[in-house]
């Protein structure tokens, strides 16, 4: 990775845009600060009537449709393309690789395609319908729009882009600092040529990713769901990529997620070099798992029991005020060999007691975790905390 590349970020990201919840309110004057750098037009509404925006760069006959916060509350690309945004209209030190990228492609970005979830911080629409299974209904407004406007482009790329959540992991222990799909075109998952051109590129950006997060980058199951919009796009014959943003350490925010999607973007565009890679190393980029939790305490003894066992909290982001919280709940109790944490916490055999209490159900939030003997503090949480 380029060093030069690597100081600009950090001092030039789009810093009005921070932590996980991301609204049309917080877009709103920044894309009014770019209107005469970039074309940004409104294609359309959201169920609650909320504008739809879609930014064009580029004048090149290559076209390539990318989307995000399909689901409200994933909102880590979102911050991406805004650094994407900025990189654009300020990098002189990079500006014959720019223009070169903007002669040959015509990019159109919605920035922010489910508003209304965004606002609410859901995964779902104003109407609780999941965007990303309603590729065949059409049944929400907001699919309409990325429908028409698919048809009306008829693009040579499309980049899905979302957030996973915290439990992703890889067989080898790793988080999935990000993760990547080609999606099925069909049920036998065959290697259509539109897929392969997806692979190829995923593999372009592992290269990459592999100097930023070695080890950290996953791919998703590629069972196939008509369903789901990636799917139904790559069916219809144009390559489409589903980025994931994901978890790493303890990266609540997303900031170190969203360079990784930023990186990946400029490699995609090929302003970073790398070397091109055959369809078969994408199958060698391990598939990702759910064998990951936020906290596992290990080592402890519950509820009069003899002997020790392990403990996983896994925290709910919800939506207070203005600010999302961190609730963290009783995921699962048991050796829990197969799960790693993000935070592991050796207890050494002490019994404890959780929320004051024996007998916690699993589900419920955890606020204070004690060692019963001696009532010393080995996990606290103000049953919040605030991630933006
Ligand atoms: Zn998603």
New binding site residues.
């Given amino acids: 990775m380029d060093q030069t590349l690597k100081t600009w970020y950090s001092s030039n990201f789009e810093s009005r845009l921070r932590g996980r919840y991301i609204t049309l309110d917080h877009l709103q004057p920044i894309l009014e600060s770019y209107h005469d750098k970039y074309d940004i037009s409104i294609i359309g509404h959201s169920e609650l009537g909320n504008d739809i925006h879609l930014i064009k760069i580029g004048k090149g006959k290559k076209t390539i449709l990318a989307w995000s916060q399909?689901?409200g509350n994933?909102s880590t690309t979102t911050k991406a393309i805004f650094d994407i945004l900025r990189f654009f209209s300020k990098n002189d030190a990079f500006k014959s690789q720019i223009s070169t990228f903007l002669k040959k492609y015509t990019l159109y970005i919605i920035p922010m395609l489910n508003p209304d979830g965004a606002a609410l911080y859901s995964?779902e629409n104003a109407n609780g319908v999941d965007l990303?299974r309603d590729a065949q209904d059409l049944s929400q407004k907001e699919s309409k729009v990325l429908n028409t406007l698919f048809k009306d482009l008829s693009p040579d790329l499309c980049l899905n882009l979302?957030?996973?959540r915290s439990l992703f992991g890889l067989h080898t222990g790793m988080p999935a600092a990000i993760s990547f799909l080609s999606p099925a075109a069909d049920a036998d998952r065959n290697n259509t040529p539109e897929r392969k051109i997806a692979m190829q590129l995923i593999v372009r950006m592992n290269r990459m990713l592999q100097g930023l997060v070695p080890g950290k980058v996953g791919r998703y199951d590629d069972t196939y769901n008509p369903d789901c919009v990636g799917d139904s796009f790559q069916k219809a014959g144009v390559p489409t990529i589903l980025f994931?943003a994901g978890h790493n350490g303890n990266d609540y925010q997303r900031e170190q997620s969203r360079e990784l999607i930023f990186f990946a973007l400029l490699t995609l565009f090929g302003i970073v070099d790398t070397q091109e890679g055959d369809v078969e190393e994408y199958f060698l980029i391990p598939e990702n798992r759910k064998n990951y939790r936020d906290v596992i305490l290990r080592d402890v003894i519950l509820n009069d029991k003899s002997s020790t066992c392990s403990i996983a909290i896994q925290f709910e982001e919800k939506l207070i005020g203005n600010k999302i919280k961190l609730s963290p709940k009783l995921d699962e109790m048991g050796d829990l060999d197969h799960l790693t944490g993000h935070r592991e916490v050796l207890v050494n055999s002490a019994e404890i007691l959780l929320n004051s209490q024996n007998n916690l159900e699993i589900g419920e939030i955890v606020s204070i975790i004690s060692n019963k003997n001696d009532d010393s503090l080995i996990y606290f949480n103000k049953n919040s905390i605030n991630i933006s």
């Fill in positions: 399909m689901h994933e995964r990303n979302h957030d996973q994931e």
